[in-house]
C-alpha cells in the first residue's frame, strides 16, 4: 500500500520558518515527480512547490518563491519543504504528492498524503 505520511507542520509566528517533511513507502518513487499543495479554507487546493526526481528541476508558486525551499532524498524516499518568511496567507492544509511526471498541475500527481496543518498567527 502505497503512503505518504508529512510531518513537521504546526503553529508559527509571522516571519518565522517551519520544515515539512514527507515520507514515502510502499513503492520507490525515485523516478517521480513528488512535490506540495496546499488548500486553505474556503479556497482550492493549490500549487506551491515541486521537484523532479534528478533533483535538476523545481518548480514553485509565484506566491513562494525566495521563501521556500524543495528538496527529495531519494535514498530516503522523503521530500522536504522548508518554508521561511512565514505570512498568515501561508496558513493552510499542506498535502504531499507524488506522480510519474508532475510538474505544477494537481492532476499530474496521482498519489497523495493526508495533509499537515500550518497555521501563521500575524
Known amino acids: 500500500q502505497v503512503q505518504l505520511v508529512e510531518s513537521g507542520g504546526g503553529l508559527v509566528q509571522a516571519g518565522g520558518s517551519l520544515r515539512l517533511s514527507c515520507a514515502a513507502s510502499g513503492r520507490t518513487f525515485n523516478s517521480y515527480s513528488m512535490g506540495w499543495f496546499r488548500q486553505a479554507p474556503g479556497k482550492e487546493r493549490d500549487f506551491v512547490a515541486a521537484i523532479k526526481w534528478s533533483e535538476t528541476s523545481t518548480y514553485y508558486a509565484d506566491s513562494v518563491k525566495g521563501r521556500f525551499f524543495i528538496s527529495r532524498d531519494n535514498a530516503k524516499n522523503t521530500v522536504d519543504l522548508q518554508m521561511n518568511s512565514l505570512k498568515p496567507e501561508d496558513t493552510a492544509v499542506y498535502y504531499c504528492?507524488?506522480?510519474?511526471?508532475?510538474?505544477?498541475?494537481?492532476?499530474?500527481?496521482?498519489?497523495w498524503g493526508q495533509g499537515t496543518q500550518v497555521t501563521v498567527s500575524s
Open positions: 504528492v507524488a506522480g510519474r511526471y508532475g510538474t505544477i498541475r494537481r492532476e499530474e500527481y496521482n498519489y
